[in-house]
């Protein structure tokens, strides 16, 4: 059974920082392509940012982009996102999950409860 469990959100001021963790269990990790997404109540779940098996290979939504890193850590069956000058607009929960930009919404099963980050001043 594949599990994802997502740690690290919070409440931040604007500018601020915060780093999530995504541990998987229940699936060979180093072979999948893996996404955060976020999603508001009320909105369909939206892309942010995805990581290919390879560890190198990144792609982010245009509202990350330069702001948000991927990264993974097979070893540790960890995914992360490190979030800096956030915004209001970046609050959120944010969940992980099983795919790539293209392809992550066949993967619902993988999605782990998420973590909220709030935004506020």
């Known amino acids: 059974q594949v599990q994802l469990v997502e740690s690290g959100g919070g409440l931040v001021q604007p500018g601020g920082s915060l780093r999530l963790s995504c541990v998987g269990s229940?699936?060979?990790?180093?072979?999948?392509?893996l996404s955060w997404v976020r999603q508001v109540p009320g909105k369909e779940p939206e892309w942010v940012a995805d990581?290919?098996?390879?560890?190198?290979?990144?792609d982010y939504t245009p509202s990350a982009k330069g702001r948000f890193t991927i990264s993974r850590d097979n070893a540790k069956n960890t995914l992360y996102l490190q979030m800096n000058g956030l915004k209001f607009e970046d609050t959120a929960r944010y969940l992980c999950?099983?795919?790539?930009?293209?392809?992550?919404?066949?993967?619902?099963?993988?999605r782990g409860q998420g973590t909220q980050v709030t935004v506020s001043s």
């Open positions: 229940g699936l060979t990790f180093n072979r999948y392509d």
């Open positions: 999950t099983i795919g790539a930009r293209m392809t992550w919404p066949k993967y619902s099963y993988s």
């Open positions: 990581i290919l098996t390879d560890g190198i290979s990144t």
